[in-house]
């Protein structure tokens, strides 16, 4: 049995990054997620890492595009208002084709909000957060063991399909602590000839770079990225099923809510109720297969989220409107309880007999 | 007869796009002539923010990256930390983009003493984006935006770089040239060329703040526009050397200004 | 004995290399129009030319090589 050490969700992250050959960090202090940067401070320069303070989160987002378009494996994380900052440099790593690993430990919001955890920025990781038609890749933990295993594989994604990708947690899972085993299996990435590593005088320079005053090639661009992402969508959706090959009423939950909304699924089942759950464990793409499967049986969804209502508008796309969806959730740091879910899926099934 | 002088290797021969008497085709000669004279083009990569410089990127035979506007020395930061024995990181950014939205990030930079190399461009506008008032407009100065002149009162006073900077002890070198005259550009050069020979040497932030001129948004001819720079630029924005850690030049450095 | 070559079709006529010539033998051709539609720069007087290059020091298009 591979042997585990008892961390903090956070620090997960961060130890996984190092594992995945990161060796350059840039942060900014924000709770719920400046574990990570206390601990990339204490561990980077041990390992001839660098590990570098910004004066802002824009500041460090631009270090990350410096390090990713000299072909380096780079990270930063923030928490949601911080993220809001990092905007207009992930759609810059995006317009460029660069790699990288933004990390979310999302906190209530809007505006300055809360520090207590949330899930409100589905959409702004979902649907780009930054200006122009792109995507990042996002993948959402609900436990330690695997906010570390979803870090290395945003670092393998990223540099296998040159986008960002972001690890959306958030401050729960962020600052509990679990059992982790970081036996994993590294993959050597990719070679980078499109890096700019200086040109030794052997090669024409290369340009990172997004600007494209000629329209025709920077439709080309968005065009070539676009099939790029189909390939993404069709190839790398990953979900947890649990017990939806028959059930009438299902859950769809990630992160922390999924952890909560498989013990309402469990007690219902005890009742008799033909529930289960979904996980989207990459929020994009978006697990739609798994939906449409489900939706061919199930009578009624429930979405449980900490947000006003953002994946449960994936979750009608996907099941495209055939089957009733409805919203179960808690904001501002409040977090359900199973109770409250359990009651959600007693409603549901009371209605569809 | 042998060649005495000709157009720099590092830079690709790519006609510039910019406007007919506008030094920054001067400045970006210079530039490649420090890394053709150092050696260091195969090293060297060079970061051209938003601005009318950010076509540099097709200019220089190095490496180039394209920023986000005022995040050049951000980016500079990342791209030096990923290979600092081996890479010389310039950036090569406009007066909007330095000592406007990209204020913090340059003066952490300089507070870091990021060992990287900065041609600040300062000529007092806005030149992309058709002449609007910059940080560096001097009073009184008409632009899109100050049409009826910049009024300290509604908008402030320029930010003196070399000078805000200087007050850092992180900075190693800080120094504002001009290319308005023959006897300035070759002044321009030797400083570029030593703030690319301080990365080189481990020394430091180097910033070389170019007094520039913008004949087509400032309204007037190439030649009227470098007889501005004597008139109006220089008495505002004094050369010199604002800075230099290793030969003791800067405040608090027990050089002559300290008196 | 120094001689001067323009890029003719790539200068942009600002004239900076006139104002800077020690000799004053620059000027801009008014016969020829450029492809980009300026007047060119030329010398005027070659044999007066010392090769010093303060015109190609003050040329921002670069496209003046000087042989000495």
């Known amino acids: ?353 | 007869m042998a060649v005495v002088f000709e157009r720099p290797k590092a830079l690709l021969d790519v006609p510039f796009h910019y406007c007919p008497g506008c030094t920054h085709g001067i400045v970006h000669r210079l530039v490649a002539e420090a890394i053709d004279e150092l050696g260091i083009e195969g090293r060297t990569v060079g970061i051209a923010p938003v601005g009318c410089s950010v076509m540099a990127y097709d200019y220089f035979a190095c490496d180039m990256i394209e920023a986000a506007h005022g995040r050049a020395p951000a980016v500079a930061t990342g791209v030096k930390r990923s290979d600092p024995d081996n890479l010389i990181v310039f950036t090569y950014q406009g007066d909007g983009d330095l000592a406007s939205i990209g204020t913090a990030e340059t003066v952490h930079a300089a507070a870091r003493n990021e060992n990287i190399t900065i041609i600040f461009i300062n000529n007092a506008i806005y030149g992309m984006t058709g002449g609007q008032m910059a940080p560096t407009s001097l009073p009184g100065q008409v632009t899109q935006t100050s049409p009826y002149g910049r009024d300290p009162k509604a908008c402030g006073y320029p930010v003196k770089i070399c000078e805000m900077l200087a007050q850092l002890e992180g900075p190693e070198y800080l120094e504002r040239v001009t290319v308005n005259s023959v006897a300035h550009v070759r002044a321009a050069k030797k400083a570029i060329k030593k703030a690319f020979q301080n990365q080189i040497d481990g020394k430091g932030f180097s910033l070389i703040e170019v007094l520039s001129s913008c004949p087509t948004n400032w309204g007037m001819t190439p030649k009227k526009a470098m007889e501005w720079i004597d008139e109006k630029m220089i008495p505002y924005y004094p050369l010199g050397v604002y800075k230099d850690r290793s030969a003791g030049i800067g405040p608090g450095l027990g050089g002559k200004e300290d008196k | 004995m120094a001689k001067v070559t323009f890029r003719t079709d790539e200068c942009k006529g600002c004239g900076l290399c006139i104002d800077a010539c020690p000799k004053g033998i620059l000027k801009l051709s008014e016969e020829t129009i450029n492809k980009k539609g300026h007047h060119p720069a030329e010398c005027a007087d070659p044999d007066a030319c010392v090769g010093c290059a303060s015109c190609a020091l003050m040329c921002p298009d670069c496209i003046i090589t000087v042989e000495r």
């Open chain 1, 1 to 353: 049995m591979a042997e585990k050490v008892l961390m903090k969700g956070n620090e997960a992250i961060a130890e996984a990054a190092i594992m995945a050959g990161c060796r350059h960090y840039f942060g900014y202090p924000i709770t719920p997620q400046t574990e990570i940067a206390a601990y990339m401070a204490k561990r980077m320069p041990k390992i001839g890492g660098t590990f570098l303070q910004a004066e802002s989160e824009i500041a460090a987002i631009n270090m990350v595009y410096g390090v990713s378009s000299a072909g380096k494996r780079v990270m930063t994380s923030s928490s949601s208002p911080g993220i809001s900052l990092k905007g207009e440099g992930i759609s810059y790593l995006a317009g460029t084709d660069l790699p990288a690993v933004i990390v979310n430990a999302q906190r209530g919001g809007p505006g300055l909000g809360g520090i207590q955890p949330s899930q409100s920025d589905y959409f702004q990781a979902t649907r780009g957060g930054g200006h122009g038609d792109y995507h990042i890749i996002v993948l959402a933990p609900s436990s330690v063991q695997e906010m570390a295993e979803l870090t290395i594989k945003a670092f393998e994604l990223a540099d296998e399909y040159l986008m960002p990708a972001m690890v959306l947690a958030d401050g729960t899972t962020g600052q509990m602590m679990e059992p982790v085993s970081f036996d994993f299996e590294i993959k050597e990435p990719p070679a980078k000839p499109w890096a700019t590593t200086g040109t030794k005088c052997q090669r024409p320079h290369n340009i990172a770079n997004s600007l494209y005053l000629d329209p025709e090639k920077l439709e080309r661009i968005n065009n070539v990225r676009f099939a790029r992402y189909e390939v993404i969508k069709d190839k790398e959706q990953r979900a947890e099923e649990y017990l939806t090959e028959d059930a009438d009423i299902v859950v769809a939950a990630f992160g922390i809510s999924a952890r909560i909304a498989k013990n309402a699924v469990d007690a219902a089942c005890a009742k008799g109720i033909k529930a289960g759950l979904i996980r989207p464990i990459t929020l994009w793409p978006f697990p739609d297969k798994a939906f449409k499967k489900a939706a061919e049986h199930a009578k009624r969804f429930i979405s449980v989220e900490l947000s006003m209502g953002q994946m449960i508008e994936d979750v009608r796309l996907a099941t495209e409107c055939k089957v009733p969806v409805e919203l179960c959730y808690r904001v501002g740091g409040m977090i359900p309880s199973p109770q409250q879910v359990l009651e959600a899926i007693e409603k549901a099934a009371k209605e569809v007999k």
